[in-house]
């Protein structure tokens, strides 16, 4: 009778050299300095990579993530002033909103001259029904932005009185659009068309939104703020501050320093209705 027995195979074993460990690249690496002592060092810094400890990982990765925000948020906010000052929203709406600049004793800076001849077209084209003008006075002042606008518009434009309406209240978008968002609730409006510069036609949309209004922007194309490319840069960074503090704040910022220039008025022209 034969006995015939299973043995378990057993994996071939390489000779090495004597004084050659397993990780060793031959016989000239028992001192660990070629690919056995390479593959060694590696594994230890990789060791030491994952045991970093996480004291160190989070607030690196807090930091990293709160820069990445810090530089991102404004960029963002530029590129949504610029893209908005490229449009000319001119939907139907129940009216057009001016908003304000300086006058002179009763007559419109340039500013706000440019901004009563652009809603004067608006009007004329059929946007909306009514205009309304905004702004108060600055301290020392016998007249206010509104009444002056709304004079304007009715003496040199020749819209009916009845379709103008002055809202005096404001010396920054903010206060203004309050108080725009209360004299919309008196008629019943839900809808106005901004004039305003082009960098402002984020802000004072949001604003306006905030307090009831469904906005869009008719910016004008005259004045200091589009003048040239550093001018238009200028103002595009003032009013990504100005959304920020807004968005963030809850606070305006006052009117650019275009809409108080000091400018020479003909004293023989005698001064409309405050």
Do not use: C
């Amino acid at each position: 009778m034969t006995l015939e027995v299973d043995l378990p195979e057993t994996e071939h074993e390489t000779v090495r050299p004597e004084g050659a460990g397993p990780d060793s690249g031959g016989p000239g690496d028992a001192d660990g300095s070629g690919r056995g002592g390479r593959r060694d060092r590696r594994r230890a810094r990789r060791a030491g990579r994952r045991r970093r400890s996480p004291w160190f990982t989070i607030p690196a990765s807090v930091v990293a993530g709160m820069i990445a925000i810090a530089v991102l948020t404004p960029l963002t906010v530029g590129a949504r002033i610029w893209y908005q000052a490229r449009h000319d929203e001119r939907p139907r709406s129940d009216a057009i909103i001016v908003l304000g600049a300086a006058q002179y004793n009763g007559r419109p800076s340039p500013t706000l001259k440019w901004r009563l001849q652009h809603a004067l077209k608006l009007y004329r084209d059929g946007v909306a029904p009514a205009i309304v003008t905004v702004g108060g006075k600055a301290p020392g002042d016998n007249y206010t932005e509104a009444g002056t606008g709304r004079a304007w518009l009715i003496q040199k434009g020749g819209v009916p009185a009845s379709k103008v309406f002055a809202v005096p209240v404001g010396r920054d978008t903010l206060e203004s659009m309050k108080a725009v968002g209360k004299e919309f609730d008196r008629h019943d409006w839900s809808s106005g068309v901004i004039v305003t510069d082009p960098w402002h036609g984020l802000r004072s949309k949001k604003m306006a939104e905030d307090n009831g209004i469904n906005a869009a922007a008719s910016p004008t194309r005259s004045g200091p703020s589009v003048q040239t490319r550093d001018t238009q840069l200028q103002y595009i960074v003032r009013e990504t501050g100005g959304y920020l503090s807004y968005v963030l704040l809850g606070k305006s910022v006052h009117t650019p320093d275009e809409t108080i220039k000091r400018v020479h008025v003909d004293p023989s022209e005698s001064p409309p209705n405050r």
